[in-house]
Structure formats: structure tokens, C-alpha cells
């Protein structure tokens, strides 16, 4: 049998996992005792910045308002400066000598484009910086010129926050102010399966039984093709003929349900109608409905209005009085308002926690799309890769970015999204998700381990073992 490997990479990612600094309680995860908070945070205000982001708290940070009559910042770099966040970076961890910019993407890979944005960075100087415009913001990190920073942001006026202590205590700042990840139930921190897609309840019924004869324990399981259509919120009956029942039946088997979901509807789905009628839907200049480049032409929900939100909040309770207990929500890039379309995420990610919390429970979002007060909201994931060698190490440097730029409660697809890995490296990859913060199998090909062979049947049940073990400890 081959042995499992312990190598520098799980110590690296060993990191990603602890950096949110948790511990559990019952049924849920609470943040830990915070740490210090240095005092010194300050808000500088040039000339008239009118496209901020929502902010959960400013107390006591200071105000200065400075004469200043452009919209680029320069600041010094020194020789050995490093600076790390940007969001979910997948070209590298340390931005020094690269150009980014703050709009967020269908990042398919990765590259410099990402899913999660956010304007905001740690140098390695003891100094953090965070620049509250919700358009594109452009940092040039000492590419053009060597040792000088560029900020560049698209309106007549800058509002940036800037933090001075260490990295954990500019984090903690920044988060402060833009939002701390709410609490999640601890049933997420167990292993997830999760296809592209299971086709029906008796699919997912085998599976989940031949995890058991494994000895693969998990305590999620994904829903992508469970509706009647895109997106109506109703079971498919024929392939779901008692949603309620199953659901009860899966809680008892130790499984919590997850439904995925876009912000996009078809013209066929029976919600259609009302989102029209009301208004609802994003309209292009000339006033027609914006047809998405994704999901076969689907048109948009426009949560920039507070009715559209309350309305897609509503559709979510039925569900989960039916005892669904989160929703992947996909999607969130394709919004062409340049100053909405960094907020969209922020408003729909939070219509749908929302709804949890109108019914007194705890459930969460697991997005793949995020900016600044998206930080507040609950669970993202790495968005589409390949399965490929060199696909792996952007999901590396994406999960550590991200968490250090406010996102702590992490995970990505196991294998990659599309193609089939080879077995070497599905165990590599499946070792990188036992020491993320979220394990997660998916695909758009089968990511259960007996699709290898016995000897990965083997290392998988290892893997799952010990992060069974993690999951116990505090």
C-alpha cells in the first residue's frame, strides 16, 4: 500500500486551516478570544469618494481629511517589502512587482484575474491598507516602478483606511471594520461530497451507502441538479418525489443537505413571470432584460433593489423548513453596473443567510464569488479549476490569499472541476483538502476514491480518518 505522504505543502496549508482561529462549542463554531487590536488605525478622505463599501463598524478610528487632487496613490517600497491579500490570488502570494485589479471574475483557473477581490493588502512592513471603493481599483505593486506602490481608483476622491501592528492585527482590524465571518454550524468543518452533478435521491442514497461500506465518513452532501428549473426552488418531483422525508432521512444518516443555486432565472422557470412583472430582473439601457454569457442565456436578478432581495430571501424559506441547511451560491460575477458589480455578491449571498436567520436558525452560503463585506458573510470555495499539475498550486496560493485577506472559512474541488485527475493527483489534491478548512469532493467528473483503485479506497479512509480526528479536537 502506498504510504501517506507528509510533506512541506500540508505544513504550508496547515496554516490556511487555523488562521480563521476557532474552536468549537456545541453545534457551532465561534470565533476564538480575540487578539489585541492595535489602536492605530486611520481614515484618510481625499477630496469627495462617493462608491464606498458597507461598513460593519468604524469605532475609534480617525478621520483626517486631506487635500488631495488625484486618483492615484503613491506610496515607497522598500527593497525587501512584501505585500500579501489582494483577496483570492491564484498567480502568487506576494503581489510585489505585479499589477491587480479590484473586479472581481469568472476566474476559470485562475491566472491574475480571481473570484474574491478585495482592496486591501498587508505589507510585510507592519502596515496594512485598505481602499474603500466599491469600483475597479488598480494597484500596480512596484511593476511599473520598482519601489513605488500605485493605487489608482476610478472616481474623483480616495477613502483608505490605513492599519499599523502585525499581520494578525491588521486583519483583525480590517475585519472589524468590514465585516468578522459569522458563525457556522460545526457540521461544516466534516468532510462534503459533491458531483457535478448526483442526478437523483437514489443516486445519492448508493453512494452515501458505499461510503459507508468504505468506511468514508462524511457529513455533507451537494445538490447541483435537484431542481425543477433554473431557478424555481422546487424539487424536481421524478427524481425527488418527497424531498421532505429524504432530507429527514439523510439528517438521521448524519448528512446536511446543501442546494446549489445562481442569481440568474430562465425565461421557463414558473418564478419568471413574478421577477419580470415586479421588476426584479437586471435592464440593459434600452430597457430589455440582460441575458447572461452563462447558463444558457439566463437573465439576472437585480439585487441592487431591497425588493428583489426580500423576494429572493422568501423563496429560500420553504427549503429550509424543509430542512436544507446551506445553499452553494454560484455565480455573482456577471453585473455590469461598474458600481455594483463588486457589491452583487455582498446583497445576495446575505438575501440568503438572511432567510436562516428569519427563521431563527444557523445555515450558511457557500459562494464562490466575494469583496470586502463579503468577509462578513459565511463560506466561499476556489471556483472552477482543471484537473491539472498546474492548476494545483493556484488553489495553494488562492486559499492562503484569501485567508489572509478576511476569508478564513475556505475550500476548493477536490481534484479540480473539469477533466478527470490521475490518481497521483487526486491524493495530492485530497491531502491538500483534509488541511483545509473545508473538505470538499467535486467534479465535473466522479471524485468518490473508488473510481481509482483499492490502494486510493485506502489513502482516502486515512485522510477522512484524521480529518474526523481534527474535527474532534480543540
Given at each position: 500500500?502506498?504510504?501517506?505522504?507528509?510533506?512541506?505543502?500540508?505544513?504550508?496549508?496547515?496554516?490556511?486551516?487555523?488562521?480563521?482561529?476557532?474552536?468549537?462549542?456545541?453545534?457551532?463554531?465561534?470565533?476564538?478570544?480575540?487578539p489585541p487590536v492595535?489602536?492605530?488605525?486611520?481614515?484618510?478622505?481625499?477630496?469627495?469618494?462617493?462608491?464606498?463599501?458597507?461598513?460593519?463598524?468604524?469605532?475609534?478610528?480617525?478621520?483626517?481629511?486631506?487635500?488631495?487632487?488625484?486618483?492615484?496613490?503613491?506610496?515607497?517600497?522598500?527593497?525587501?517589502?512584501?505585500?500579501?491579500?489582494?483577496?483570492?490570488?491564484?498567480?502568487?502570494?506576494?503581489?510585489?512587482?505585479?499589477?491587480?485589479?479590484?473586479?472581481?471574475?469568472?476566474?476559470?483557473?485562475?491566472?491574475?484575474?480571481?473570484?474574491?477581490?478585495?482592496?486591501?493588502?498587508?505589507?510585510?512592513?507592519?502596515?496594512?491598507?485598505?481602499?474603500?471603493?466599491?469600483?475597479?481599483?488598480?494597484?500596480?505593486?512596484?511593476?511599473?516602478?520598482?519601489?513605488?506602490?500605485?493605487?489608482?481608483?476610478?472616481?474623483?476622491?480616495?477613502?483608505?483606511?490605513?492599519?499599523?501592528?502585525?499581520?494578525?492585527?491588521?486583519?483583525?482590524?480590517?475585519?472589524?471594520?468590514?465585516?468578522?465571518?459569522?458563525?457556522?454550524?460545526?457540521?461544516?468543518?466534516?468532510?462534503?461530497?459533491?458531483?457535478?452533478?448526483?442526478?437523483?435521491?437514489?443516486?445519492?442514497?448508493?453512494?452515501?451507502?458505499?461510503?459507508?461500506?468504505?468506511?468514508?465518513?462524511?457529513?455533507?452532501?451537494?445538490?447541483?441538479?435537484?431542481?425543477?428549473?433554473?431557478?424555481?426552488?422546487?424539487?424536481?418531483?421524478?427524481?425527488?418525489?418527497?424531498?421532505?422525508?429524504?432530507?429527514?432521512?439523510?439528517?438521521?444518516?448524519?448528512?446536511?443537505?446543501?442546494?446549489?443555486?445562481t442569481p440568474s432565472?430562465?425565461?421557463?422557470?414558473?418564478?419568471?413571470?413574478?421577477?419580470?412583472?415586479?421588476?426584479?430582473?437586471?435592464?440593459?439601457?434600452?430597457?430589455?432584460?440582460?441575458?447572461?454569457?452563462?447558463?444558457?442565456?439566463?437573465?439576472?436578478?437585480?439585487?441592487?433593489?431591497?425588493?428583489?432581495?426580500?423576494?429572493?430571501?422568501?423563496?429560500?424559506?420553504?427549503?429550509?423548513?424543509?430542512?436544507?441547511?446551506?445553499?452553494?451560491?454560484?455565480?455573482?460575477?456577471?453585473?455590469?453596473?461598474?458600481?455594483?458589480?463588486?457589491?452583487?455578491?455582498?446583497?445576495?449571498?446575505?438575501?440568503?443567510?438572511?432567510?436562516?436567520?428569519?427563521?431563527?436558525?444557523?445555515?450558511?452560503?457557500?459562494?464562490?464569488?466575494?469583496?470586502?463585506?463579503?468577509?462578513?458573510?459565511?463560506?466561499?470555495?476556489?471556483?472552477?479549476?482543471?484537473?491539472?499539475?498546474?492548476?494545483?498550486?493556484?488553489?495553494?496560493?488562492?486559499?492562503?490569499s484569501a485567508a489572509?485577506?478576511?476569508?478564513?472559512?475556505?475550500?476548493?474541488?477536490?481534484?479540480?472541476?473539469?477533466?478527470?485527475?490521475?490518481?497521483?493527483?487526486?491524493?495530492?489534491?485530497?491531502?491538500?483538502?483534509?488541511?483545509?478548512?473545508?473538505?470538499?469532493?467535486?467534479?465535473?467528473?466522479?471524485?468518490?476514491?473508488?473510481?481509482?483503485?483499492?490502494?486510493?479506497?485506502?489513502?482516502?479512509?486515512?485522510?477522512?480518518?484524521?480529518?474526523?480526528?481534527?474535527?474532534?479536537?480543540?
Amino acid at each position: 500500500m502506498m504510504e501517506p505522504r507528509f510533506t512541506f505543502l500540508r505544513v504550508t496549508v496547515l496554516a490556511l486551516t487555523f488562521v480563521g482561529c476557532t474552536r468549537t462549542v456545541g453545534r457551532q463554531v465561534e470565533a476564538a478570544t480575540e487578539p489585541p487590536v492595535t489602536p492605530h488605525v486611520v481614515r484618510f478622505i481625499y477630496a469627495n469618494p462617493s462608491h464606498s463599501y458597507p461598513l460593519a463598524s468604524t469605532n475609534n478610528v480617525v478621520t483626517a481629511v486631506v487635500e488631495f487632487n488625484a486618483t492615484v496613490l503613491p506610496r515607497k517600497l522598500a527593497d525587501d517589502e512584501a505585500l500579501w491579500g489582494f483577496g483570492e490570488r491564484f498567480d502568487a502570494l506576494n503581489m510585489r512587482g505585479r499589477m491587480t485589479e479590484t473586479w472581481i471574475a469568472d476566474a476559470w483557473g485562475g491566472g491574475n484575474r480571481s473570484y474574491i477581490c478585495a482592496p486591501f493588502l498587508i505589507s510585510s512592513k507592519g502596515y496594512g491598507l485598505f481602499v474603500n471603493c466599491s469600483g475597479k481599483v488598480r494597484f500596480d505593486c512596484g511593476a511599473t516602478v520598482t519601489n513605488e506602490l500605485r493605487i489608482e481608483v476610478p472616481e474623483s476622491g480616495l477613502d483608505v483606511f490605513e492599519f499599523k501592528g502585525t499581520p494578525r492585527e491588521i486583519l483583525a482590524a480590517y475585519t472589524k471594520l468590514v465585516g468578522r465571518p459569522r458563525p457556522v454550524p460545526d457540521w461544516v468543518f466534516e468532510p462534503w461530497i459533491s458531483r457535478n452533478s448526483y442526478v437523483s435521491e437514489y443516486e445519492i442514497d448508493r453512494v452515501i451507502d458505499k461510503m459507508k461500506a468504505h468506511g468514508l465518513r462524511a457529513g455533507a452532501v451537494v445538490l447541483e441538479a435537484w431542481a425543477e428549473g433554473l431557478q424555481n426552488f422546487r424539487f424536481e418531483q421524478g427524481r425527488y418525489p418527497n424531498p421532505k422525508a429524504w432530507i429527514e432521512k439523510l439528517l438521521g444518516r448524519g448528512y446536511h443537505v446543501v442546494c446549489w443555486e445562481t442569481p440568474s432565472i430562465w425565461d421557463s422557470a414558473s418564478t419568471y413571470s413574478e421577477a419580470s412583472t415586479n421588476g426584479y430582473l437586471v435592464l440593459k439601457p434600452d430597457g430589455s432584460e440582460l441575458r447572461v454569457d452563462w447558463l444558457e442565456n439566463a437573465v439576472k436578478i437585480d439585487f441592487r433593489k431591497e425588493a428583489a432581495r426580500l423576494w429572493w430571501q422568501k423563496l429560500h424559506e420553504p427549503l429550509i423548513a424543509m430542512g436544507v441547511d446551506g445553499f452553494k451560491t454560484d455565480g455573482g460575477e456577471r453585473m455590469p453596473d461598474p458600481w455594483f458589480h463588486n457589491l452583487h455578491p455582498f446583497y445576495y449571498q446575505r438575501a440568503v443567510l438572511d432567510a436562516f436567520q428569519d427563521l431563527g436558525k444557523v445555515g450558511v452560503t457557500f459562494a464562490r464569488s466575494g469583496t470586502p463585506p463579503c468577509a462578513g458573510d459565511s463560506t466561499f470555495w476556489g471556483g472552477d479549476q482543471s484537473s491539472s499539475w498546474d492548476d494545483f498550486p493556484r488553489v495553494v496560493r488562492a486559499g492562503l490569499s484569501a485567508a489572509l485577506s478576511g476569508y478564513p472559512y475556505w475550500g476548493h474541488d477536490i481534484g479540480g472541476y473539469a477533466g478527470t485527475p490521475t490518481k497521483d493527483l487526486y491524493i495530492r489534491w485530497l491531502e491538500l483538502g483534509a488541511f483545509s478548512p473545508i473538505m470538499q469532493l467535486h467534479g465535473a467528473t466522479p471524485r468518490e476514491p473508488w473510481y481509482y483503485d483499492d490502494e486510493t479506497v485506502a489513502i482516502a479512509k486515512y485522510y477522512f480518518d484524521l480529518r474526523w480526528a481534527l474535527r474532534r479536537s480543540k
